[in-house]
């Protein structure tokens, strides 16, 4: 995926166009899309990235490496922000999960990679969900475009979420069937003649019991 994202740069320069770039793992950015040929002027792995849906701004996202570096885009539209979402949260687990798989991590750890995914689109329905309400119970009723955007970038969230939730599933489910089944040893059989004579003891017992309820 690759197009045209408002990144944060400083106070005295403010928003700056850049084109960005999302391929094999890796989110790039350019001044422009004519001097990609000139190199990159930075570049992050998906994988290392907190990918955060602001809470405010419907178009912005914030990416963040624990303890290094906070990265603010801002899309040209609701819609388009979506897309770049979706994109990461999916590479992001698309790759942490080939990665874990080829050191040979077991898939309780991939579910953790998935539950960070469903996280993000969570938010992101949080987020859609309140514009929807919002625009919907709007003084002087709703503005039918814009609410018509919202309830259909609200069904695209559901459908990313739901199949995500039910690549999760598939993870749970292949792993229990892969969990062993204990083999539990027989009791061995005792040998003959102290399992005749148990028996009889415990004829005794019977009868003797008998009697007494007499």
């Known amino acids: 995926m690759e197009g045209v994202l ?28 004519d001097e ?17 849906v602001n809470p405010v701004d419907s178009t912005r996202m ?15 539209n609701a819609q388009e922000r979506q897309q770049w979402l979706v994109a990461l949260g999916s590479t992001k687990a698309c790759v942490t999960t080939r990665t874990r798989k080829d050191s040979g991590e ?37 503005e039918i475009r814009t609410l018509d955007e919202a309830t259909n970038l609200l069904g695209a969230t559901c459908d990313t979420f739901i199949k995500t939730l039910e690549e999760c599933i598939h993870i749970v489910n292949t792993s ?26 415990n004829a005794s017992n019977i009868v003797r019991s008998t009697s007494i309820d007499k």
């Open 6 to 33: 408002w990144k944060w740069t400083n106070y005295w320069s403010g928003w700056q166009t850049r084109w960005f770039i999302l391929e094999n793992g890796v989110l790039s950015y350019y001044n422009s899309q």
């Open 36 to 52: 990609v040929i000139q190199g990159c002027k930075g570049s992050m792995k998906v994988s290392a990235l907190e990918i955060n």
């Open 62 to 76: 914030d990416l963040v490496i624990p303890g290094e570096q906070h990265i603010y885009l801002r899309a040209a």
């Open 106 to 142: 077991n898939k309780p750890d991939i579910l953790k990679v998935k539950k960070s995914e469903l996280r993000l689109y969570c938010d992101l329905l949080m987020q859609q969900v309140h514009t929807v309400k919002t625009e919907a119970t709007r003084e002087g009723g709703p």
């Open 176 to 201: 229990l069937n892969d969990v062993p089944v204990p083999v539990h040893s027989s009791i061995p059989p005792l040998p003959h003649n102290q399992s005749k004579s148990r028996g009889n003891k």
